[in-house]
């Protein structure tokens, strides 16, 4: 789960096993936030005792159980609190497992250094602001790649960007059966580790003759960099197969649900890609009727940037949406 990171115990190399297991828990875990959760419950979803399931995970995670699910209670809240402004702070607090909004306003101001409402009224999407947090970030990267930049051709680039938003399409996909490789740890720029998973994915897919001529390669996010440390992010690399019920050994296969997507078609560098899909949940969806599901993020593939002569991203961004109360359809 952690690159090259590999596990031995009592000399037996254990590592695809220990993984599978503790993505069963992790995502478990998400599902769950909103019970009291124990190790001992936990545990017996990976088919571990308590003991020998904590050692695992926090040799793999780097965490330790109690610590993770408390950080992903905060993580959920935080991004209920920015993207759901009808959402009470007493409901946010029952559905992200605390037991009252007293304790849940201490632990977020403990882990987030400040209340819940102050952190809605600085970085919720649906407050009107001059400039988005998305279009700062990205002053910020390209000014630390290159001080010099023409400041012209900065703001042509991001007129451009917000040109793009008046493509963004409104799609129902359907649920997709997928062969997947969890891995842990966003980087900046293109990352030849998430390349490599797919080359590695699609020769297993290949051997054990589960690859269709119709195979799409995706990448599934499920936390929020800018939420989430990036170290600690969670994303699947994904090919899509025909079925999940061939159980290959090795292979990890699951179940994406299908729904209502806001879709952008992109093909340009990684930092602009970045700086779309941010502008698509930041400025977009605010005013689009629609509102943030808490479905992952699809990153549908149609090239490898490793092998394209500009190094670009050729995918559709598709954002999960569903209606806004007042909206009709």
Known sequence: MRGSYTMKIMGVNKTNDYNHA????????HQHLDDPLTLEQVAS????????????????????????????????????????????????????????LATFSRAFKLMRGITPTDF???YAIFVDRDT?????????????????????????TISYAFTQLQNVSIQHLPTQSVAYKRLYGLKQGIDPEFSQTFTTLTQSLRHHRLLSKSAQAMR???????????DKCRYDACITV????????????????????????????????????????????????????????????????LHDPYQR??????????PNKNRLI
């Not at 993770?68 to 559905?95: F, G, M, P, T």
């Not at 292979?251 to 990684?270: C, E, F, N, R, W």
């Not at 977009?284 to 090239?303: A, C, H, I, V």
């Not at 991203?313 to 569903?322: A, E, G, L, Q, T």
């Open 45 to 100: 979803k990976a088919a571990f005792s308590p003991y020998h399931f904590h050692r695992i995970f926090k040799a793999i995670v780097q965490e330790n159980v109690h610590d993770y699910v408390r950080r992903a209670r905060i993580e959920r809240a935080a991004k209920r609190l920015i993207c759901h402004k009808e959402i009470k702070l007493s409901d946010i607090a029952l559905e992200c497992g605390f037991q009252s």
């Open 220 to 230: 599934v996010s499920y936390d929020d960099p800018y939420l989430t440390p990036l």
């Open 22 to 29: 503790i993505n069963i828990a992790i995502d478990f875990i």
């Open 120 to 122: 809605r009224k600085r």
């Open 242 to 305: 025909d079925t999940t019920n061939n159980s290959v050994k090795g292979i990890d296969t699951q179940t994406l649900p299908g729904g209502k997507y806001a879709v952008l078609s992109i093909s340009d560098t990684v930092y602009m890609s970045t700086l779309l899909g941010d502008l698509l949940v930041q400025d977009w969806l605010p005013s689009s009727g629609y509102q943030l599901d808490m479905r992952p993020f699809l990153e549908k593939y149609t090239n490898n940037p």
């Open 313 to 322: 991203v050729m995918m559709d961004f598709c954002v999960p949406i569903r």
């Open 132 to 156: 988005t947090f998305a279009e700062q970030r990205f002053r910020q990267n390209i000014s630390a790649l290159a001080p010099f930049e023409h400041i012209s051709g900065l703001e042509r």
